[in-house]
T-cell receptor, first 117, second 112 residues
């Protein structure tokens, strides 16, 4: 079965530090890739996505991610975090069927990010 | 206007009861989903509907039955609620399978 792994379950950083959250998936076929953020008590919001084209994608709030096909990875980065970035971050993958159609999203287990002022 | 809405936001009930959660999207999307988020924040897909037709039915107990009266609505009915059903249930929609999914605010279900 396809799976998604997030390597960091809890991350604590100080404001202005740089952030990188790892995400790997297991599937040899075509995928659509997403990062979602969930602020405390809120629903999931899309940070960024990759479907095709430039493997470096930019999202909202200064986040970016790089798709490395050979490594089955889609790591999230932000050069300088803010206190307001404290949230749960989820990597998600939609596995596309060769005959058309797709699975629903398979999520990683999430990374709880705490930014200390 | 809320793109994906769910009712109720909170649901507290006793074991053995039957309850429903409603979801509506006004984005004109063809595909809708139900996800369950457990106490450890892990999200797992339960069902997916495309234009009122069931597409994905993950390993979910028969007590859970989705119903899509039209492509803008996907409701979730749960029979004989159990303690383990306590979770946050999120509805989502996308223009098509594999596309960007937009999530509702979630329904926090607590079974006592």
């Amino acid at each position: 079965a396809q799976s998604v792994s997030q390597h960091n379950h809890h991350v604590i950083l100080s404001e202005a530090a740089s952030l990188e959250l790892g995400c790997n998936y297991s599937y040899g076929g075509t995928v659509n890739l997403f990062w979602y953020v969930q602020y405390p008590g809120q629903h999931l919001q899309l940070l960024l996505k990759y479907f095709s084209g430039d493997p470096l994608v930019k999202g909202i709030k200064g986040f970016e991610a790089e798709f490395i096909k050979s490594k089955f990875s889609f790591n999230l980065r932000k050069p300088s975090v803010q206190w307001s970035d404290t949230a749960e971050y989820f990597c998600a993958v939609s596995f596309l069927y060769s005959g058309g159609g797709a699975d629903g999203l398979t999520f990683g287990k999430g990374t709880h990010l705490i930014i200390q002022p | 206007d809320t793109a994906v809405s769910q009712t109720p936001k909170y649901l507290v009930t006793q074991m053995g009861n039957d309850k429903s959660i409603k979801c509506e999207q006004n984005l004109g999307h063809d595909t809708m989903y139900w996800y369950k988020q457990d106490s450890k924040k892990f999200l797992k897909i339960m069902f997916s509907y495309n234009n009122k037709e069931l597409i994905i039915n993950e390993t979910v107990p028969n007590r859970f039955s989705p119903k899509s009266p039209d492509k803008a609505h996907l409701n979730l009915h749960i029979n004989s609620l159990e303690l383990g059903d306590s979770a946050v249930y999120f509805c989502a929609s996308s223009l098509q399978g594999g596309g960007t999914q937009y999530f509702g605010p979630g329904t926090r279900l607590l079974v006592l």
